[in-house]
């Protein structure tokens, strides 16, 4: 018998099928991996599970019964509990108080009898976190507890987590799938959502894989492996870019010296950071999210003044400058928010065009021809599925990164500044960037990637760079650099020598 | 199996069809005046018959025709003015003051520009007029752009300010010494913007007006200034990243913004009232800001709206010389169309589709 089942589930968004009639089941005190690429519909399927979304068509039934779930709280009724991407935390209230929201019976807060209530939840399911905390100072591997606990407490016996270990350094995920072991052993049933095989073959029981909006397959886990999973996953055995021989750099292009820079709270987000890319190499900037790569990627944009230090390109220095000076210098940036990049309600050719505006205008008068050329030029060439009269907002993710991606990379520019240039993107059109950025380094230019997807760093970088807390805690040539090494520095474990700008490509350890 | 076909209404957030976005002004004016019916209903008058004297009267005859594009030349250029700066995204609401600013402006070179011919005298007014709104319009928009200070607080604010000045030029040194009246002296004759259809009022300055339309229209889709105002106001951190020097793109909209609201008041004092009076505008500054905002920031939009107005203007006129109802209807009706419109422009991004959908059972 089947804790839940979901039935020939299908949800439309407009035409876009993102669910199309999928099964699905969960037995009690397992825990069910749901694997596959972005947008394959695993997150729609799952938010259909807690009420987030309505499903088209199709029958969800929870031990036996038919029912409807409406909302999150229909949801929750019925012990079906789920932690998002996004978390859903107060930041300024303790933990104590994020765990009991919505969830107290009494129109007065006793702090003490909630403190006590959670102090014993957290022992029940042994996952603990300060209930006194305040949720703003937590880590994010803190956060996600106090949301598994939230859900725990409020009865629920079916867990969904929605990519949970996308945000954990490596020690943090060994620390939840332990906590999940537990629950599983307590009888608990979980949904693992996921795109990381490493992770659904260590910690799941079986494994349904999603592609574009069906179900593949499913597997028990102990019966299948790594390859089987991928090739049901993206439909061919060999994905991702391969990896060529380690390019050592030649004279340097860009270089960061001592530089600090505050956050938009005004504390220190940047600690004297230093740094060379060279022509013709990757530096990869590894770390956990939020630990100053924003700052870094707005400080070789233009878009955030150092408070100390210089940046130097080239010979010319930039610190403090303008973002029309870092273009003009030949820097090209690609912004780790995408809709920084593009002015969402104009035309894909005026995008293309606005950040070199001068050589679409005469006069003071706009070549539109021109422009529209431009833009056809450059869609072929990039391959972006839009027309050139298409508002840049209209465009996926992936074809709205292309956009970005033509504009700098077609200026041949000398530097490029990488912020995480895949973010959310598919498989193919993360293949494409990771390509183009290859190309960019062959040709000659020093790329600068900061990315908090580790495979993306190990398979693109000549060197490695790990970003914690605003500090270059560690830089080493690719050949040195493991999952195991740079975890450890991403966690803030370890500090390597080599910062401090003295490190190039043969840095030795 | 069996098949079970139902139908399904589903709202979906994309583009309404073109024949309903078409449609979306006359329903716009349709409820407009059934709500503004109340109030013709309460001034005990037929609405049907007041709607005949709304909007048909002043087109019947030759005079109020003209006299309706009289009314528009200031509503066609505070529109444009306002436009200007909304697409920039600096919600200039000064556009009062400057026109005020121009109007001042006009009314002192109207008496020391006395010695030139016409051809000379015309174009210099009108530059000193431009001059005088965006100098009235340049301290919101420099503590805007270097210190972040609202500028909507700052724009309306000043309006009172320069209507207190207007208020002291005319009770103190601008008196004037014939009359005793608070009116400036007369401008020169050389000074008077001539009129561009024999007996009737209209004059150059609706040349003017339309001529900025134009200008509006062409800077906005063919210039590359027109772009970086487009991407400023649509996307400010996109368009500083691609490298628009915002400060300076909205700086210079706004000194252009308080231009255009200055030459509003240059052709009202030249053109019509030939004094500095303390009525030159019945709030053409505001009404400029929904006149923009119904004309959704395009140029031509702006264009239909602001004859419309000086449509209502005038009917709302004949309509209370008429049947007695108060002439603040025109005003009444003018608000009212701001409030339906920005209720029903929403429903532009929006379609009903009916599903018609078999399921299996």
Redesign the interface.
């Given at each position: 018998m089947y804790l839940v089942e979901m039935l020939g589930i299908t949800k439309r968004f407009g035409a876009l099928v993102a669910n199309d009639r999928i099964d699905f089941n969960l037995k009690p005190g397992e825990i069910h991996a749901l694997l596959g690429e972005n947008g394959a519909g695993k997150t729609t399927l799952m938010r259909i599970l807690y009420g987030l979304y309505r499903a088209d068509e199709g029958q969800i039934r929870v031990q036996g019964r038919n029912v409807h779930i409406r909302s999150p709280r229909d949801a929750l009724t019925l012990g079906i509990g789920m932690v998002t991407q996004h978390f859903a935390l107060v930041p300024p209230l303790t933990v104590a108080e994020n765990i009991v929201l919505g969830y107290t019976d009494d129109f007065r807060l006793n702090r003490e009898a909630i403190r006590q209530a959670v102090a014993e939840a957290e022992e029940r399911f042994q996952i603990y976190v300060d209930p006194d905390a305040v949720v703003q100072h937590l880590s994010v591997g803190q956060k996600q507890r106090v949301e598994i606990l939230k859900a725990l407490y409020r009865n629920a016996r079916v867990l969904i987590l929605d990519e949970p270990t996308a945000v954990l350094v490596p020690q943090e995920v060994d620390n939840l799938f332990q906590t999940l072991e537990r629950l599983r052993e307590q009888g608990f049933s979980i949904v693992f959502i996921s795109h990381k095989l490493d992770e659904v073959m260590r910690i799941s029981d079986r494994v349904t894989v999603l592609r574009d909006g069906r179900v593949v397959g499913t597997v028990p886990t102990a019966e299948t492996n790594e390859r089987e999973l991928a090739r049901m996953m993206v439909g061919r055995e060999t994905f991702g870019v391969t990896r060529q021989e380690i390019h050592q750099g030649e004279e340097p292009l860009l270089r960061l010296e001592n530089v600090w820079a505050n956050d938009d709270q005004g504390l220190p987000a940047l600690k004297s950071v230093s740094l060379t890319v060279r022509a013709g190499e990757i530096l990869g900037i590894a770390g956990v999210g939020g630990n100053g790569q924003k700052e870094l990627s707005e400080v070789l944009s233009g878009m955030r003044a150092p408070t100390r230090g210089r940046v130097l390109v080239g010979e010319r220095d930039l610190t403090g400058a303008e973002p029309v000076e870092f273009a003009d210098a030949g820097v090209g940036r690609i912004p780790e928010d995408r809709h920084e990049g593009v002015v969402a309600d104009l035309t894909v050719a005026e995008n293309l065009a606005l950040e070199h505006l001068d050589a679409f205008t005469r006069n003071g008068l706009l070549d539109r021809k021109a422009m529209l050329e431009h833009a056809e030029h450059l869609i072929r060439e990039f391959q972006i599925k839009a027309r050139p009269t298409d508002k840049a907002g209209k465009l996926s993710g992936g074809n709205m990164q292309k956009v970005i991606l033509a504009r700098v990379l077609s200026r041949q520019p000398k530097v490029v500044i990488a912020a995480q240039p895949t973010r959310g993107l598919d498989i193919g059109a993360t293949e494409y960037v990771r390509q183009q950025l290859l190309a960019q380094r062959d040709r000659g230019a020093a790329v600068l990637l900061i990315s908090e997807d580790l495979d993306e760093i190990l398979a693109l970088s000549d060197r490695i760079a790990v970003i914690y807390e605003g500090e270059i805690v560690g830089e080493l040539p690719a050949s040195e650099a493991t999952p195991e090494r740079l975890g450890l520095l991403m966690a803030g474990a370890t500090k390597e020598q080599g910062r401090a700008g003295t490190a190039t490509a043969t840095t030795s350890h | 199996m069996l098949a079970q076909r139902r139908l399904r209404l589903r709202i979906?957030k994309?583009g309404a069809p073109f024949w309903f976005r078409s449609l979306l002004p006359v329903l716009i004016l349709i409820l407009t005046f059934v709500i503004t019916a109340i109030f013709v209903l309460w001034g005990k008058a037929n609405p049907l018959q007041a709607y005949y004297y709304f909007l048909i009267a002043p087109l019947s005859s030759r005079v109020s025709a003209l006299e309706v594009l009289v009314k528009s030349t200031p509503l066609l250029l505070t529109g444009v003015a306002v436009t200007f700066a909304f697409v920039a995204g600096y919600w200039n609401i000064g556009a009062e003051g400057q026109l005020y600013a121009g109007a001042i402006a006009a009314a002192w070179l109207g008496t020391v520009l006395g010695g030139l011919p016409s051809v000379l005298a015309i174009p210099l007014m009108l530059l000193g007029g431009f001059v005088a709104g965006a100098l009235w319009a340049l301290p919101p928009a420099w503590l805007r752009v270097r210190w972040s200070v609202d500028e909507v607080v700052t724009t309306l604010l000043l309006n009172s300010v320069m209507l207190f000045i207007v208020s002291a030029l005319l009770n103190g040194p601008w008196r004037d010494p014939v009359s005793g009246w608070p009116q400036s002296p007369e401008i020169a004759a050389s000074t008077m913007l001539p009129k561009i259809v024999p007996r009737s009022r209209l004059h150059l300055g609706f040349v003017v007006a339309v001529l900025a339309v134009v200008v509006l229209w062409f800077v906005l889709s063919?210039?590359?200034?027109?772009?970086?105002l487009?991407?400023v106001g649509?996307?400010r951190?996109?368009?500083?990243?691609?490298?628009?020097?915002v400060e300076r793109t909205v700086l210079t909209a706004a000194l252009i913004s308080g231009g255009v609201a200055g030459l509003a008041g240059t052709v009202e004092v030249a053109g019509i009232h030939f004094h500095l009076i303390e009525a030159i505008s019945p709030g053409y500054g505001y009404t400029g800001i929904i006149i923009a905002t119904l004309g959704a920031l395009n140029a031509w939009g702006v264009a239909v709206s602001a004859l419309f107005f000086g449509l209502i203007d005038t009917g709302a006129q004949t309509l209370s010389r008429a049947m007695g109802v108060p002439v603040y209807l025109g005003e009444v009706t003018q608000a009212t169309m701001l409030l339906v419109a920005l209720a029903l422009i929403p429903l532009q991004r929006y379609r009903i589709r009916l599903l018609s959908e078999s399921?299996e059972v």
């Amino acid at each position: 018998m089947y804790l839940v089942e979901m039935l020939g589930i299908t949800k439309r968004f407009g035409a876009l099928v993102a669910n199309d009639r999928i099964d699905f089941n969960l037995k009690p005190g397992e825990i069910h991996a749901l694997l596959g690429e972005n947008g394959a519909g695993k997150t729609t399927l799952m938010r259909i599970l807690y009420g987030l979304y309505r499903a088209d068509e199709g029958q969800i039934r929870v031990q036996g019964r038919n029912v409807h779930i409406r909302s999150p709280r229909d949801a929750l009724t019925l012990g079906i509990g789920m932690v998002t991407q996004h978390f859903a935390l107060v930041p300024p209230l303790t933990v104590a108080e994020n765990i009991v929201l919505g969830y107290t019976d009494d129109f007065r807060l006793n702090r003490e009898a909630i403190r006590q209530a959670v102090a014993e939840a957290e022992e029940r399911f042994q996952i603990y976190v300060d209930p006194d905390a305040v949720v703003q100072h937590l880590s994010v591997g803190q956060k996600q507890r106090v949301e598994i606990l939230k859900a725990l407490y409020r009865n629920a016996r079916v867990l969904i987590l929605d990519e949970p270990t996308a945000v954990l350094v490596p020690q943090e995920v060994d620390n939840l799938f332990q906590t999940l072991e537990r629950l599983r052993e307590q009888g608990f049933s979980i949904v693992f959502i996921s795109h990381k095989l490493d992770e659904v073959m260590r910690i799941s029981d079986r494994v349904t894989v999603l592609r574009d909006g069906r179900v593949v397959g499913t597997v028990p886990t102990a019966e299948t492996n790594e390859r089987e999973l991928a090739r049901m996953m993206v439909g061919r055995e060999t994905f991702g870019v391969t990896r060529q021989e380690i390019h050592q750099g030649e004279e340097p292009l860009l270089r960061l010296e001592n530089v600090w820079a505050n956050d938009d709270q005004g504390l220190p987000a940047l600690k004297s950071v230093s740094l060379t890319v060279r022509a013709g190499e990757i530096l990869g900037i590894a770390g956990v999210g939020g630990n100053g790569q924003k700052e870094l990627s707005e400080v070789l944009s233009g878009m955030r003044a150092p408070t100390r230090g210089r940046v130097l390109v080239g010979e010319r220095d930039l610190t403090g400058a303008e973002p029309v000076e870092f273009a003009d210098a030949g820097v090209g940036r690609i912004p780790e928010d995408r809709h920084e990049g593009v002015v969402a309600d104009l035309t894909v050719a005026e995008n293309l065009a606005l950040e070199h505006l001068d050589a679409f205008t005469r006069n003071g008068l706009l070549d539109r021809k021109a422009m529209l050329e431009h833009a056809e030029h450059l869609i072929r060439e990039f391959q972006i599925k839009a027309r050139p009269t298409d508002k840049a907002g209209k465009l996926s993710g992936g074809n709205m990164q292309k956009v970005i991606l033509a504009r700098v990379l077609s200026r041949q520019p000398k530097v490029v500044i990488a912020a995480q240039p895949t973010r959310g993107l598919d498989i193919g059109a993360t293949e494409y960037v990771r390509q183009q950025l290859l190309a960019q380094r062959d040709r000659g230019a020093a790329v600068l990637l900061i990315s908090e997807d580790l495979d993306e760093i190990l398979a693109l970088s000549d060197r490695i760079a790990v970003i914690y807390e605003g500090e270059i805690v560690g830089e080493l040539p690719a050949s040195e650099a493991t999952p195991e090494r740079l975890g450890l520095l991403m966690a803030g474990a370890t500090k390597e020598q080599g910062r401090a700008g003295t490190a190039t490509a043969t840095t030795s350890h | 199996m069996l098949a079970q076909r139902r139908l399904r209404l589903r709202i979906e957030k994309t583009g309404a069809p073109f024949w309903f976005r078409s449609l979306l002004p006359v329903l716009i004016l349709i409820l407009t005046f059934v709500i503004t019916a109340i109030f013709v209903l309460w001034g005990k008058a037929n609405p049907l018959q007041a709607y005949y004297y709304f909007l048909i009267a002043p087109l019947s005859s030759r005079v109020s025709a003209l006299e309706v594009l009289v009314k528009s030349t200031p509503l066609l250029l505070t529109g444009v003015a306002v436009t200007f700066a909304f697409v920039a995204g600096y919600w200039n609401i000064g556009a009062e003051g400057q026109l005020y600013a121009g109007a001042i402006a006009a009314a002192w070179l109207g008496t020391v520009l006395g010695g030139l011919p016409s051809v000379l005298a015309i174009p210099l007014m009108l530059l000193g007029g431009f001059v005088a709104g965006a100098l009235w319009a340049l301290p919101p928009a420099w503590l805007r752009v270097r210190w972040s200070v609202d500028e909507v607080v700052t724009t309306l604010l000043l309006n009172s300010v320069m209507l207190f000045i207007v208020s002291a030029l005319l009770n103190g040194p601008w008196r004037d010494p014939v009359s005793g009246w608070p009116q400036s002296p007369e401008i020169a004759a050389s000074t008077m913007l001539p009129k561009i259809v024999p007996r009737s009022r209209l004059h150059l300055g609706f040349v003017v007006a339309v001529l900025a339309v134009v200008v509006l229209w062409f800077v906005l889709s063919r210039t590359a200034f027109g772009l970086k105002l487009r991407a400023v106001g649509l996307g400010r951190n996109a368009a500083r990243f691609m490298g628009v020097p915002v400060e300076r793109t909205v700086l210079t909209a706004a000194l252009i913004s308080g231009g255009v609201a200055g030459l509003a008041g240059t052709v009202e004092v030249a053109g019509i009232h030939f004094h500095l009076i303390e009525a030159i505008s019945p709030g053409y500054g505001y009404t400029g800001i929904i006149i923009a905002t119904l004309g959704a920031l395009n140029a031509w939009g702006v264009a239909v709206s602001a004859l419309f107005f000086g449509l209502i203007d005038t009917g709302a006129q004949t309509l209370s010389r008429a049947m007695g109802v108060p002439v603040y209807l025109g005003e009444v009706t003018q608000a009212t169309m701001l409030l339906v419109a920005l209720a029903l422009i929403p429903l532009q991004r929006y379609r009903i589709r009916l599903l018609s959908e078999s399921s299996e059972v």
